[in-house]
């Protein structure tokens, strides 16, 4: 079985690479070019998402090529110890319970702890652009990837000042491990994946060295671990910031421009969402099922595994292909129809599924909700510019739009339709 998910049409209409391989009577595929196994119906997927001790994380975070050796020796000085998505067990239960004490990761406790964090940066971006009436702009560097990193910039108690160069290292460690740079650029982005390594050192020993605790994710973690190491090293407290300015951005970046995309495909969607906020809950949700911001996600066979008829040897690397899990004709109804009143859109595995399941699941779906509601009501004209080429960033895991291109109009338009869009099923391409 062939996959190119870096070039051609995975980048510009991934579903129906994902229907062509669900098709195929084998149930689960060798990609020889990438030397990955293919993991892509739901019962699998979801198996595969919650059996750590078959399927293990620890090269979840390792790039999916052979890195050129100039590259690996930059590689090898990075000393972060796993603490999250590269984590299995023994480590992986106790830095969990770590994450679940120190981050908010249910609905009640995000709307408390995190609510007016979300609410000021969306009232700070949605007024910007508002105050561009008339004007064209691209929603990805203007809003989607904005957003999310000023958030989580928020709740770690970073400065906003390190924006940029945050910005550029959590896109420089996406490309470098689920993305095809060449040798040169590997060196590049590997050197700047130490840097921010030491980077997210240095900000958690100030805080050691300082003795001073703030409300923010560092020093709850930090006052979570006591000065126990068997709780928590100093250098795991660093680690998990490191995986949470990384998690916590370029996802949710991904769910805000599918969310936006979607939205504005039709004016009466938009006009739904700005009038009934009641309807974007569902919208968001289905969005998440029918456009994963992360659509394929790796694992490790720890022993021989037979999925269905095919048989996996220990020690394979695996792409769990959450985006065709969750088109999967066996699970979901009409899969390919974008239907925000689906009955069964829950069992999407878009956040993952048992132990590693996402800890900012409620975070996103926050800041996806409030973005739709506020963007929606202030600017009500918005809408996408004819000339729109959609196409998304060549990469094995994460789905994100090269951009995004709309008008601001700040009026509301005339509605010529005497039947509000809100029940229903919708199409709308991938
Ligand atoms: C739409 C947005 C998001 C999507 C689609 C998403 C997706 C996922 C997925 C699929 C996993 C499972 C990894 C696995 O099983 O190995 C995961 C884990 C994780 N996510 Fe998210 N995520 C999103 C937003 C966030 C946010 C906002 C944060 C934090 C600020 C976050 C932090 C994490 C962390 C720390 C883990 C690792 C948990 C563990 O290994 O126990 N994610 N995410």
Known sequence: MQLNPFSGVYLTDPASVWRRILDDPDEVHYAEDLGLWLISRHAHVRRALADASTFGNVLTLAPVYEVCPEAMSVIMQLDAPPTTAAADPPVHPRTRRALRATFANTADRVEAEYGAIVRRRVEQLVSRLAARDGEQVDLIPEFATELPLLVVLDILGVPDADIGRI????????ALVWGQPDPAEQVRLAQGLVDFWHYCQELVQQRVDSGQRGDDYISRALAYRDDDDSVLTVSEVASLAFN?????????????????????????????????????????TETLRFAPAIDGWLRVTHRDVTLGNVTIPAGARCLLLIGAANRDPGVFTH???????????????????????????????????????????????????????????????FRAHHSLLATIDTMAPVDTTAVPEVAGAEMHAA
């Open 335 to 397: 899969p390919d129809r974008f239907d925000p009143h689906r009955p069964d859109v829950r069992d999407q595995l878009s956040f993952g599924h048992g132990p590693h399941y996402c800890i900012g699941a409620a975070l996103a779906g926050l800041e996806a909700r409030i973005t739709l509601t506020r963007l929606a009501a202030a600017i009500p004209g918005l809408r996408l510019t004819s000339e729109q080429h959609r196409s998304y960033k060549p990469n094995v895991a």
């Open 167 to 174: 910005r550029s290292w959590a896109d420089g460690q996406i």
């Open 244 to 284: 949470l300015l990384v998690a916590g951005h370029e996802t949710t970046a991904g769910l805000l421009a599918h969310s936006i995309d979607q939205a504005l495909s039709s004016p009466q969607r938009w006009r739904t969402i700005g009038t009934d906020p009641r309807y974007v809950p569902a919208f968001v």
